[in-house]
């Protein structure tokens, strides 16, 4: 008898409707495989992707121009920007040297969750020098903020930033106040505003 009642008192199984089925397929299609005319030429970096890129023109001096990318967890990461004046000296750029003024930034070692050791520089701070064949250039923190690393890999490899300075040739990492953010922000170019600029990004 209780199998009989507990037989009785199940629901029916739902009927499967074609179409439903083809409803559900579409769907699935349409997020599985998209129109190939919605995607891109190309697809988009691992900087496009991660990264709200801002750019700054002339910072301090003409031709110095600069990238600041920032992650939505609030790190920046500082580099030079293609139009910079250095890449376009005859040879590139052949040596880069963190020591600057009263620091050696290549010596710092920060640790911990609490970044104990990060340098807390200004936007206008001295982070590095790159030197070409014929001239040095400073190159500015374009940041307030601390600094958590910098890419000592250009100290024994300066052609990064002649072959890849948006990617493997990075300068430093910094990670700003988001008070401090919001006030320099706006002062920064957006990527299509810099590549009408300069006509390259």
């Not at 250095?86 to 963190?98: M, N, Q, R």
């Not at 957006?190 to 390259?200: E, V």
Request: contains cysteine; charged residues 25%; neutral net charge.
């Amino acid at each position: 008898m209780a199998e009989e009642s507990a037989t009785l008192d199940a629901p029916p199984p739902l009927e499967r409707s074609p179409q439903r089925e083809s409803a559900v397929d579409e769907e699935t299609r349409a997020l599985v495989v998209p129109d190939a005319g919605d995607l891109p030429p190309f697809p988009p970096s691992a900087v496009e992707a991660n990264f709200a890129r801002y750019f700054v023109a002339d910072f301090l001096n003409p031709g110095h121009d600069q990238y600041v990318y920032r992650h939505p967890n609030g790190l920046c990461v500082v580099g030079l920007a293609s139009a910079h004046i250095a890449l376009k000296e005859k040879g590139g750029i052949t040596a880069v040297d963190f020591n600057v003024g009263k620091s050696d930034r290549s010596e710092m070692k920060v640790t911990g969750k609490r970044k104990r050791n990060a340098q807390h520089l200004q936007e206008n701070s001295a982070l590095c020098k790159v030197c070409t064949s014929s001239n040095s250039f400073v190159v500015r923190c374009c940041v307030k903020g601390s600094l958590l690393e910098i890419n000592d890999r250009l100290i024994k490899q300066p052609d990064l930033l002649n072959t890849s300075a948006d990617r493997e040739g990075y300068i430093a990492i910094f990670m700003p106040k988001p008070a401090d953010w919001l006030k320099i922000k706006d002062k920064f170019l957006s990527y299509d505003d810099y590549k009408n600029l300069r006509g390259t990004c």
